[in-house]
């Protein structure tokens, strides 16, 4: 099919979907919504080659599933779930091969068998008959846990070439962009029907003091673009398409009003800069942020904020004035209370942990102070406490969150590592260890301040930089045509002549 042809057509398709959704959310009709959106993903099961969509749209989806049995059942879950039925369907229709990627170690392992031990434990069960039952059973963080776990170990089946990997890059860079826009909107909008409608699928969503809406799944988005926006090797678009992105990327982070998604976005940025060995440009990015911080510091101590701060709630970030302005300092004392609760329960079991749950009739409220004492409870019983290191801690003990950060600090060094020896080497490859690294360096920052070690986010980029490391590079660009034929001539072997990469400096 030509491709202007084929262009027309799934233009027309988008076109049809974007009706039918405005009637269909016009009309309240959302069990409609559901059947239509089921449908789709059960024809794209069949239609789309490979499995780089499924993992992207797992990984960049930033909705819940609203299901029974489970409160915020993962998106990401049934994404995987969609995968190994079609590994399971295409691999009895054909002979099955023995060439997967290793993607976990032996510390990922223990981690995960560790987890398992503490489930057999204390073993938890969901809420039966409705996903917010009266008791705390914690079977929510167990559950994401075996969903990462799950997706560790089969990695290797679904993607095992370069191109794959490349391909499920390019999928989540298009993904995220198409959330980020999706999301964009709905905060421009401020409709409290539209909040209500992004709170069910799981969407954090408070307002500004603008009633600008504030969707903090938004910054990491933002974080993501940025980071491909800077790839150009594995993200292939035009160089205006590529500002744009950039663009979109920095006003998520913003919209999204988050502190650590500024710190995240900071890091990406560098983190990317770091990686190409340009001093000059590493010199200009930290030049950058250190000015924008100063920059926030001046306008968040003397700026007069009549009407409101709204957006300029990122600069509480250095500004206590702003902080105190945006209600943004009593989001630390909130943080504060749970993780020193947290640290006196590591204090009473710092080798094998509390593990979840265990609170029966806790969401029973007599006054607002009683919702307050119990809520902390709550938090930490569900791993909710906003520092995913103290989380894993407070759980599994403190070996357990120490494993965790071995392994994240060895990944990190290690795609730093690759990805600037493979620079000139094999650009390609260069950049895919380049952007697992800079997803890394900011998934670090935000779990610390937000992020459980459960989340899917987290273990795809580890699992998928295991599964990289494993690639060939391809041969080095040491010899140009004219030499390797002088060479030859000369009595060299054709063997042992390499010919240069296309598109690398001679």
């Known amino acids: 099919m030509p491709a202007q042809i084929k262009l027309y057509l799934v233009t027309a398709c988008f076109l049809v979907f974007a009706i039918f959704l405005g009637h ?22 069949l239609v789309v080659p490979g499995y780089g969509f499924f993992l992207a749209l797992g990984v ?47 510390p990922m392992l223990i981690f995960f068998g560790w987890v398992f031990v ?29 969903i990462c776990g799950l997706f560790v170990l089969t990695l290797g089946f679904f993607v095992q070439t370069k191109e794959q990997a490349v391909k499920l890059v390019k999928w989540i860079g298009v993904l ?3 959330f980020t826009c999706l999301l964009m909107a709905a905060a421009i909008s401020g409709n409290l029907t539209v909040a209500q409608i992004m709170s069910t699928f799981g969407v954090f969503v408070s307002f500004f003091d603008t009633g600008f809406m504030r969707l903090v799944a938004l910054p990491l988005l933002g974080c993501t673009l940025v ?6 090797n594995i993200f292939h678009v035009h160089p205006t398409t590529r500002k744009l992105l950039l663009i979109l990327g920095v006003a998520a982070i913003f919209i999204g009003g988050s502190r650590a998604g500024i710190v995240g976005g900071f890091a990406t940025i560098f983190a990317c800069a770091l990686v190409r060995r340009r001093v000059v440009l590493v010199t200009t990015v930290v030049a950058l942020i250190v000015g924008c911080l100063i920059v926030f510091r001046i306008i968040g101590e003397h700026y007069n904020f009549r009407e409101g701060v709204g957006l300029l709630r990122v600069i509480s970030l250095v500004s206590e004035r702003a902080a105190d302005l945006t209600g943004a300092s009593d989001t630390y004392k909130w943080r504060q209370i749970r993780w020193e609760r947290a640290i006196m329960d590591i204090q009473q079991h710092p080798f094998i942990g509390s593990s979840y749950g265990g609170l029966d009739n806790a969401y029973t409220f007599a006054t607002r102070a009683d919702y307050a004492q119990q809520s902390v409870d709550i938090d930490l019983a569900a791993g909710s406490i906003h520092n995913g290191y103290l989380s894993g801690a407070r759980a599994f003990g403190v070996p357990f969150c120490l494993i965790f950060i071995y392994i994240l600090i060895s990944r990190i060094v290690t795609h730093g590592i690759q990805s600037a020896r493979l620079l000139r080497v094999d650009p390609i490859l260069g950049d895919l260890h380049a952007f697992v690294f800079a997803s890394l360096i900011c998934q670090a920052f935000y779990i610390s301040i937000g992020t459980d070690l459960n989340h899917p986010v987290i273990w795809s980029y580890l699992a998928f930089g295991l599964l990289i490391s494993q690639l060939k590079p391809a041969k080095s660009a040491a010899i140009l045509p004219e030499e390797a034929a002088v060479l030859t001539r000369s009595g060299a072997r054709p063997e042992m002549v390499e010919l240069p990469l296309p598109g690398l400096p001679r």
């Not at 309240?28 to 794209?44: G, H, R, S």
């Not at 960049?60 to 399971?88: N, Q, Y």
């Not at 980071?227 to 150009?232: K, M, R």
């Open 227 to 232: 980071a491909l926006c800077f790839l150009p």
């Open 118 to 146: 503490r489930y057999l434990m204390n073993p938890v069960r969901p809420n039966l008959g409705s996903s917010y039952g009266a008791n705390v059973t914690g079977f929510r963080a167990f559950f994401n846990y075996g």
């Open 60 to 106: 960049a989806s930033p909705f819940i599933l609203p299901l029974p049995f489970v409160r915020s059942f993962p998106f990401f879950g049934l994404m995987l779930g969609v995968c190994l039925v079609k590994f399971v369907f295409t691999r009895s229709l054909q002979k099955f091969r023995e060439d997967r990627f290793r993607c976990f170690t032996i």
């Open 24 to 45: 269909a959310v016009a009309t309240e009709d959302y069990d409609t919504i559901a059947l239509v959106i089921a449908l789709i993903l059960f024809v794209l099961l």
């Open 176 to 178: 995220t962009a198409f």
